[in-house]
């Protein structure tokens, strides 16, 4: 593992930092990000925040310059999220688009979408979401049921999909269809298609999580027209374009790991202020709790290094969201024992530490272990791909 950054890198993290401080809408260091009521105003500021990051360039920097990046490597993208994160700037709120749909497009996409989609993507004129999920199929995605049944100059396209997080924002959703319902369900059958959410019998159904927001929907398709130059990729080979999708979602996360440092912070703190530190067994779960993150920072900077060398990020990824995954969780539930009984109150009770942020905090990560793959396949796929167990 190397962990030098060289000249160019800092001088980026200190142009950034620079950046950050002269437009962040809230004051570096100090503040924090506006806290909404409506999830749509959330939406509305993170794509007025998104769209002044990436007019300067400071979104999608690995992407090529004529799409609107900057052409940089992974270790000057670590840089960038770290470096937001820092100034506890919120998750970009195009970040399926960002993260998921947009490699996807540069590595699978033809010319004419990559020209069409990418710079939007980048400036949250657009926003996307991901429907591969459906009410009986998740962990066996390659069992899914919606149908595109080729029609003249395109496909109508048939199904349910669920779990699609921010949909009812979206413009835009890359979608798994079954073209060939007799091919073998792995190989071929497939296909990758973009969806416009706009388009005639599609349907969107915001479900409340147990946080109270709704940031998952239910998409009904029915008949949906979908013109033939918006498939990614051949037909029949949309399994090959979600690998792409599925493996850049358990990569290395700089964004998490400044989160639960600051997150450990806050709860070192919070133990120091209300005597937790005096309980031998509270003391004990806060120092696994730091070293834990420190630990995952340890496997984000070996991951970062295989990257930078332009090695694959493979199964690691596995072990990384795995990993991060259960870290969170166990931090969560010491930060609920921190709290006390403090613990079952909400927004807005008087005697609450943070506002109950904690809990809040405590309830979306419940979700870590399930999103991107739930951490019993991502145990799956470690015991076949880097262990060498048979396969099941
Ligand atoms: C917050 C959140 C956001 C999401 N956003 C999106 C999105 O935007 N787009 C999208 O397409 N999907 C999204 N998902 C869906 C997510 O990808 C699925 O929930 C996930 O893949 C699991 O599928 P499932 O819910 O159908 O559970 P299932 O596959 O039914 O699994 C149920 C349980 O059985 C276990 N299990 C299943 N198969 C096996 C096996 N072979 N071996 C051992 N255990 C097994 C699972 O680990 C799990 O514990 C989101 C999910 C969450 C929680």
Partial sequence: MDLRTTAEQEA???????????????TYGEGLPPRFDDLADTVAFGRRWQGDLASAGWVGVTWPEEFGGRGLGALENYVVIEELARARAPEFVGRIGINLVGPTLLAHGTEEQKRRFLPRILSAQELWCQLFSEPDAGSDLASLSTRAVATEGGYLVTGRKVWTSYAQFADWGLCLARTDPDA?????GITALVIDLHAEGVVVRPLVQSTGEAEFNEVELDDVFVPAEQRVGAQGEG????????????????RQLVIHSQLIEELLRLAEENGSFDNWRLRQQLAQAATEVRLFQLHNWRSLTRLSKGEAPGPEGSAL???WSEMSKRLH????????TASPLWQGAPDNPADGAWQRSWLYYQASSIFAGTNEIQRTLLGERVLGLPRG
């Fill in 12 to 26: 980026l993290r200190s142009e950034f930092r620079t950046w950050l401080m002269e437009h962040l809408p809230w």
């Fill in 184 to 188: 073998p369900k792995r190989q071929l």
């Fill in 239 to 254: 399994w090959t374009v979600a690998g792409s999708t599925l493996s850049t979602e358990r990569g290395i996360n700089p």
């Fill in 321 to 323: 969201k795995l990993y």
């Fill in 333 to 340: 539930q010491t930060a609920m024992d921190v709290i006390g």
